[in-house]
């Protein structure tokens, strides 16, 4: 019965020792003009019958957030940077 105490404290050691790496890189996004112009012709181009595809109200908005969200991500990347 070892074997699963022995397995918990080594995933315990995994966790803490990728917070540690973590810790010396911080996330950022660049929004340039180029990435903003991408941004809102992405959005132009996207399809938004599915927000109109139903009459409830959270499921339309839903559908909003995700295709903004996705876009958003696409347009302007996130990137890493040691500390």
Excluded: C
């Amino acid at each position: 019965m070892a074997y699963p105490t022995m397995m918990l404290k080594f995933l315990a050691y995994l966790i803490l020792l990728y917070q540690m790496t973590e810790m010396n890189f911080y996330s950022y996004r660049e929004i340039s003009t180029h990435s903003l112009n991408e941004f809102q012709t992405s959005l132009s181009y996207e399809g938004w019958e599915n927000v109109f595809s139903d009459n409830d109200t959270n499921t339309n908005f839903n559908n909003i957030l995700s295709t903004f969200v996705r876009t958003f991500n696409a347009s302007f990347l996130k990137k890493k940077k040691k500390n």
